[in-house]
């Protein structure tokens, strides 16, 4: 699938209305207030019950403001691509501080994780659900739902894959467009950029459908759900899968934060 470019406006301006460093009028800040909703609608699927949505809002405006403050035009990104990346990055700066997932779902994770690497690597392709469920042990749809319950990991999202020194984050941006500039000069280089897109070419059609709708295009899990004919819970469970086999396959060129 090739995805489209529609999201990179989010019907805000291109640019700040602000100078860098200088502090935002309000109107400034209302004008991107969509924006960080839109953020927070993707993310909320993922909070611990105890967390509102208010106060996701509230930690998203506290990325915006930061990204106000150190938006640079020189590095040729547009601000709405910019901010998001400041915005979500605020929003799980917060999550990760409450440390609220158990023990017991990351070990479900990585063994998930070695599971789908040991086979992949026995059958040199993506395995399929049933084989993975065999090699568990388990039924289908047992396998599911620990899919959706790994699923609901707050870190576990592909922005979140570690590589190297620092935990730089993957320009998502640059996964899907070859020709793209290099708008945050900060992240991946080139070469384990390609490795990440390698990856993720590598991963079953519908999975990689799944990633591109879900990063590149922007859309909520219910919305890519309504596009590919499948239940929210359904693109979940694809979602957690498809970072599993890429975990599994980025493995060994460098580790993958938990």
Known sequence: MKPGSHTRGYGTPARPAVERNATPPDEAIRAYLPLVRRVVQR?????????ELDELVSWGIEGLLDAFKKYD?????????????RIRGAIL???????WVS?????????????????????GRPAREEEVAEALAM?????????????????????????????????????FESDATDPMQALLSRERVDLVAGAIRALPQKEQTVIALYYHEGIT?????????????????????????????????FSVAE
């Open 139 to 175: 039924t289908l749809p047992a396998l599911h739902a620990l899919l959706s319950e790994v699923g609901q990991m707050t870190l576990f999202s592909l922005e979140d894959l570690g590589v190297g020194p620092g935990q730089e984050r993957v320009q998502i941006e640059k996964l």
């Open 103 to 123: 023990r017991s779902v990351r070990q479900k994770a990585t063994l998930l994780e070695k599971t789908y690497r040991q086979l992949e690597g026995t059958l």
């Open 93 to 99: 700066d917060r999550l990760r501080g409450m440390d």
């Open 221 to 253: 899990m219910k919305e890519a759900g309504a596009v590919l004919g499948l239940t929210e819970s359904r693109v979940s469970q694809l979602h957690a899968q498809a970072l599993l086999r890429l975990r599994g396959l980025l493995h060994e060129h």
């Open 43 to 51: 993310l909320a699927v993922r909070k611990p019950p105890q967390v």
């Open 73 to 85: 035009a020189s590095k040729r990104a547009a601000f709405p691509t910019y901010a998001q990346f």
